[in-house]
Structures are given as C-alpha cells and as structure tokens.
C-alpha cells in the first residue's frame, strides 16, 4: 500500500510538473534533456517526501530549474524544514538547493 501511494504521488507530480507553469521555464531557456532530468529530480524529492513522516509534502512545492532545487511553501517545525531541506539536497541530480519554507506553526 505504501509503495503504491508513493507511485501514485509521483505519477500526480510528473503531470503537475507537465501542466503547471510554476517556474515558467522557456523551452529556449533549457534543453528537453536537463527539462527531463529537473522532472525527474522534482518527481523523486516529492516522492521521498510524501514517504516520510516528518514532512507535510502537500504543503511544500519543489521545482527544479537545472538541477537547482526551489523549496516553498510550509513548515510546521523548523525540523520539518531542515528535513525537507536535507531530503531534497540528498537526491540524485540535485546541484543546489534554494529553500524558501516558511515556518507557520
């Protein structure tokens, strides 16, 4: 059960990824390859965010622009911040991680 709620989180994110412009990346401003690498990274932190306990990843936005990660959103505790945080710049892909999580307890 576990493992197909994160298939289906991660399937819902890669739409999201191809229908939302939230990041408004130009196709002149990236290749199709890095566009497909960053959906990869997006899809997986997400994934591994919906799998752990400590994070709300429904409250946290992840966007990938050549492998520079964008965290917003937000956090309960500072922990869950510094998780989200950690789990993104442990991700395969990642080049840096800008986190912009807002604590609201």
Known sequence: MKYVRALTFAAL???TII???G???AR???SVGSYVDDS???AAIKTKMA???TVAATSISV???NGTVQLSGFAKSQAEKDRADAIARGSKGVRDVRNSIVVRP
Request: hydrophobic content about 30%.
């Open 23 to 25: 990041c408004s990346v």
């Open 28 to 30: 002149d401003q990236q």
């Open 19 to 21: 229908t939302a412009t």
């Open 40 to 42: 990869g990274i997006t």
């Open 51 to 53: 799998e752990d306990k």
């Open 13 to 15: 994110a890669g739409v």
């Open 63 to 65: 966007e990938t622009l």
